[in-house]
């Protein structure tokens, strides 16, 4: 069972990533460190029932509280930015990105 419970997190992870890295689309890649994130919790929860311990649930629940917070914050972004662009690619925000690269 636990052995189940780690395979089901690294998949999640795997996809999570290569969703984030192979993606142009901000919500998909929102939807990519959802991914990364519930593996993570995965993998704790079954960490904590494999040596008996209530840790990793506190720590997953921590977890699951940042993650609304941040999807709180990061779907109003995701808001503002259609709003003011009309597009979700993040090859049309540049706005941070330097036209020249400074000489080290």
Known sequence: MIHN????????ISIGIIGALSRRNI???YMSIELILNGINLGFVAASKLHGQ???HV???LIMAIAAAEA???L???VMLFRSRHSLDTKKFTLLASKERPHV
Request: one cysteine or more; a negative charge.
């Open 59 to 61: 720590i997953a629940l």
């Open 5 to 12: 419970a780690l395979v089901l997190c690294v998949i999640l």
């Open 27 to 29: 919500f998909i890649l």
């Open 54 to 56: 209530g840790d990793g």
């Open 72 to 74: 709180a914050l990061f």
């Open 76 to 78: 109003a972004m995701i």
